[in-house]
Every structure is written in structure tokens, then in C-alpha cells.
């Protein structure tokens, strides 16, 4: 079993739909970071958070440490934010670099 | 752009050579990270420098190494390359460690034939 799941793996929705990506993992975590990767690749980190929630923009990440589970909002969506959204979390005692990632959830948006 | 550079882009080689990837951290930052990207493993973090030292170790195998200089560029270094090898390297870098946001090079995208 992975450390580090995502659901779901795949997600479709029409511009301006709400949208959720659930990542649950079964470590004890110091940091969870959301990492989008667009279609050419590169990687640009989201959100890094230990409790709570946090906002940028349209985006809203949240983190239920009791639960082990973040999610990851993203409202009034459109077709540029069509990427791979990554959840990744940093071993309690562990170094930062030392993250466990998941398998990603790739979104498309329609126009 | 995330400050974080890194050449080359791609690289297309062939079994049993040796390659070099170099990353240029953000300006100030003293941390560098090399990950690699596979399409069956998915992103993994392989080693971890901070101003020069080796902080720590991932999923790196004997054939890869790393260093990290004065001017704190770093380089990762494959050897005798194995087709499985083929994937995307990235670099990131952080201003310290441990509490910081990490900023993701564009990665080099490395193929073996």
C-alpha cells in the first residue's frame, strides 16, 4: 500500500465547476505539500501546510492531521489549471527533502 | 520561471554511458534537491545537498551521485545507464530546509537507447 494516496486519479470538469482532490496518507507527517505539474512538465509548488488551511487566489488547501487527509479546492475552475496535482508529504523527523509523493490526480478542464 | 535553472534540457544517450545534469539554485537559496520522475515510479526524491554537504539520502542508487559546490550549483551524476534510467530529473531548492517552500528547476529530460 502506498503512503501517499490520491483520489481521484483522473477528473474531468466543465469551466467554472468546484473542485476537490482528496490525498490521505498513513504516515506521520511534519509538512504536506500540493505540487502542480502543467503538461510540459514543469513543477511549481502550490501549498506547504502542517495545520489548518490556506488560500491563493482560487485555490483552498486544507489538512486534518487527527484524520491524516488534506484536500485540495480549486473554485471557479477554467482550462488553464488542466495539470497534475500532486500530494506530497514530509516524514515526521525526516528531512525536507525527503518527501513521499503520491501518483497524482491529472485534471482537464473544459471549456 | 522559478529561478531554479537547469541543463540540459534533454539528453539522449545510450546504455552503459555516463551523463551530468547541473541545476543553479534561486539566488540565496543553500539548499538543492534532486528528484527523478519516472512514468511507472512516479516522482521520487533521490539526495539532498545544503551548502555543499550532503543533508540526505532517498531512493538514489550506487550508479547516481551528487555534489554540491562552493557556489552552490549542483551536479548529479549517472553512470553506466541502464534503459530504466530514462526519466525526468528535476532539481528544486529551497533558502534553508526544513520549514521553506521548495522552487522546481524545469528538469532535464533524459533518455537512454
Known amino acids: 500500500k502506498n503512503e501517499v494516496e490520491q483520489s481521484p486519479q483522473n477528473l474531468t470538469a466543465q469551466e467554472g465547476e468546484f473542485i476537490t482532490i482528496n490525498c490521505s496518507y498513513s504516515?506521520?507527517?511534519?509538512?504536506l505539500h500540493w505540487l502542480q505539474q502543467h503538461p510540459g512538465g514543469g513543477i511549481v509548488s502550490l501549498f506547504m501546510l502542517s495545520s489548518g488551511k490556506k488560500k491563493h487566489g482560487r485555490l483552498i488547501a486544507t489538512i486534518n492531521i487527527q484524520e491524516k487527509h488534506s484536500s485540495l479546492h480549486i473554485t471557479a475552475s477554467h482550462p488553464r489549471d488542466s495539470a497534475v496535482y500532486i500530494c506530497?508529504?514530509?516524514?515526521?523527523?525526516?528531512?525536507?527533502?525527503?518527501?513521499?509523493f503520491g501518483k497524482g490526480t491529472k485534471l482537464s478542464v473544459k471549456p | 520561471d522559478s529561478g531554479v535553472t537547469q541543463t540540459p534540457k534533454h539528453l539522449i544517450t545510450a546504455t552503459g554511458q555516463r551523463v551530468t545534469l547541473r541545476c543553479s539554485p534561486r539566488s540565496g537559496d543553500l539548499s538543492v534537491y534532486w528528484y527523478q520522475q519516472s512514468l511507472d515510479q512516479g516522482l521520487q526524491f533521490l539526495i539532498q545537498y545544503y551548502n555543499g554537504e550532503e543533508r540526505a539520502k532517498g531512493n538514489i542508487l550506487e550508479r547516481f551521485s551528487a555534489q554540491q559546490f562552493p557556489d552552490l550549483h549542483s551536479e548529479l551524476n549517472l553512470s553506466s545507464l541502464e534503459l530504466g534510467d530514462s526519466a525526468l530529473y528535476f532539481c528544486?531548492?529551497?533558502?534553508?530546509?526544513?520549514?521553506?517552500?521548495?522552487?522546481f528547476g524545469p528538469g532535464t529530460r533524459l533518455t537512454v537507447l
Open positions: 506530497a508529504v514530509l516524514n515526521y523527523g525526516g528531512s525536507q527533502g525527503n518527501l513521499i
Open positions: 504516515v506521520g507527517i511534519s509538512a
Open positions: 528544486a531548492s529551497s533558502v534553508v530546509g526544513d520549514a521553506d517552500t521548495q522552487y
